[in-house]
């Protein structure tokens, strides 16, 4: 099995996220259209259910592996790799057995817990999902740890293709036997999906599981480690990052319950709180695309920060840490102004919905401030700073809860106070990393600097954008095209041109340079018009 560079593997796992966000996308619609917005509401909330026992079982040790293979196979105990994967293996049985029979058998009262009880059935129909998920993320670990992204990545495009075309067939079935099981039948294609990829993964290491060893290799000359110090470095590795991760989403679903009991208090009923649930994750769910693309993108530098860090080359630190936060705002400023400004537009695209605009109008900045906390999250964990950072998260969590039960059981506001609560849950942890990254790389980091050029390329994106999708508008509507497809067709053609617009906007204020464009992996910038390219400096 061949390693992969850097580059070649970030272009790679970047490609595979983006294509699995934008098929998670695609297919809620139709979804929508098979178990109703009510019904997509119970779908979402007993999807945080299983995100969060995910997290439990799958957050620490797949990451272990992945460190712990990667360090043996560079020391050449390929022995160490090999035993130490397996034992890991043996964990995650015990783990995804024990954590899918948890969901299964207290599915009820997890249910009740956040105020949806109609997610029993599909809470219950996500268990196995648990079981087949750790034995993915085992073996994405693995992989990962040898260099060799493309099994991840083709196992992520094959799971999500699974998962889209069997959780509407599924739906659609158990649909004629009320709601409830329509919700159940949607979340079976995930279980399904997971299966498929762990088959995948499992063939993928049986056919590459020989490691070819240097010419002259000697075993004899490397120290060998025990089962139960491989257990405990492992244990070590990975039990930090489950309580981390594991803290931040036990605060999500503390608040998710609280969401739906404030939204009946201000006044809605069950159904129209589920509804307005639903309208919620698919704003998140479109918040997700960008921010998928922030992470995968910043990946490629932030390694190199650790490893600046450690032989004390502050230089190297203060530019990994600048390019970091340059891309960051490219993405994430343009991605915020545009869903801002065609809002109803993108919603009616994507979801066939007239009423979550104002979501998208409102909330468009909770992206910026996520990509940023994401960012600095990433640089606190590459300088030993894990904790400190999950701490500022649960900071966060407490005043998204806060923010939520004040907010949301104002009936004037209901679910938008939700958004605020996102603010408020992005803001915090933002300011506190903001002066720990400083304190502890001595380096001031301007966030402004960075800010700015991006935000003035994307205003004018913005003025334009929204003038050709109002021009388009009145165009198509003198042409007799109505309704959906006058919005999408208004949509589509704005955001083409807002591509554009917005590149040569960073060219005209100087928001892109030649070194930026040098950090991209080449698939990319071939991508991009050479009538561009020759301008940039």
Not at 279 to 297: C, E, G
Request: hydrophobic share 50%.
């Amino acid at each position: 099995m061949r390693k992969q560079s850097t580059t070649k593997g970030f272009a790679i796992l970047s490609a595979a996220g983006i294509i699995v966000k934008l098929l998670s996308l695609l297919y809620i619609p139709f979804l929508k259209k098979i178990i109703t917005l009510n019904g997509y509401g119970i779908y979402g909330a007993s999807y945080k259910i299983y995100v969060w026992i995910y997290v439990l079982a799958n957050s620490g040790i797949p990451v272990a592996i992945s460190k712990l293979v990667s360090e043996y196979m560079a020391l050449e105990h390929y022995k160490d790799a090999i035993k130490s994967f397996k034992i890991a293996r043996f964990m995650m049985l015990i783990i995804g057995t024990v954590m899918s029979l948890f969901m299964f058998i207290f599915a009820s009262s997890l249910a009740n817990a956040i105020g949806y009880p109609n997610a029993k059935l599909s809470i219950m129909a996500l268990a196995p999902t648990i079981f087949f998920t750790s034995i993915v993320s085992v073996y994405r670990g693995y992989f990962q740890g040898r260099g060799n992204m493309s099994p991840t990545a083709i196992s992520q495009i094959l799971e999500q293709i699974i998962n889209t075309i069997f959780t509407l067939v599924f739906a659609a079935v158990f649909m004629k036997y009320g709601l409830d099981a329509g919700c159940a039948g949607g979340t079976l294609g995930t279980s399904l999906g997971a299966l498929i990829a762990a088959l995948y993964l499992i063939v993928v290491y049986e056919k590459n599981k020989v490691i070819k060893v240097p010419r002259g290799y000697k075993y004899e000359d490397k120290s060998r480690h025990t089962n139960k110090q491989l257990f405990k470095r492992i244990l070590d590795y990975g039990l930090p990052l489950v309580v981390c991760v594991g803290l931040q989403y036990s605060g999500d679903i503390i608040d998710l319950g609280i969401v739906k009991r404030r939204l009946l208090h201000s006044g809605l009923t069950d159904i129209l709180s589920n509804e307005k649930w639903a309208l919620f994750n698919m704003y998140r769910t479109l918040l997700s695309v960008p921010i998928t693309m922030v992470s995968a993108l910043a990946a490629t530098v932030l390694p190199a920060i650790s490893s600046a860090y450690s032989i004390k080359d502050k230089n190297g630190v203060k530019n990994k840490v600048n390019y970091a936060f340059r891309f960051c705002f490219l993405v994430a400023v343009p991605s915020a102004i545009g869903l801002a400004v065609l809002n109803d537009g993108v919603f009616q695209l994507l979801f066939k919905e007239s009423q979550g605009g104002v979501f998208l109008l409102y909330g468009s900045v909770v992206l910026i401030l996520n990509a940023i906390v994401l960012i600095q999250t990433s640089i606190l964990q590459s300088v030993g700073k894990l904790y400190a950072s999950t701490l500022f998260m649960v900071a966060g969590v407490i005043g998204k809860i806060i923010t939520n039960y004040v907010l949301v059981g104002i009936p004037a506001i209901n679910i938008l106070g939700a958004i605020f609560g996102n603010m408020v849950f992005f803001l915090i942890p933002l300011i506190l990393n903001y002066m720990l990254i400083n304190k502890v790389l001595k380096i001031r980091v301007d966030l402004y600097v960075h800010f700015i050029k991006p935000f003035l390329a994307s205003v004018i994106m913005g003025v334009v954008v929204f003038g050709t999708y109002i021009s388009m508008k009145v165009l198509l509507f003198r042409l007799q095209v109505l309704g959906y497809m006058n919005d999408a067709i208004s949509t589509i053609v704005a955001v083409l041109i807002g591509m554009i617009v917005y590149l040569y906007g960073l060219l005209l204020v100087g928001g892109i340079t030649k070194d930026d464009m040098n950090e991209l992996p080449t698939k990319i910038t071939k991508l991009m018009p050479k009538s561009l390219l020759t301008k940039i400096k």
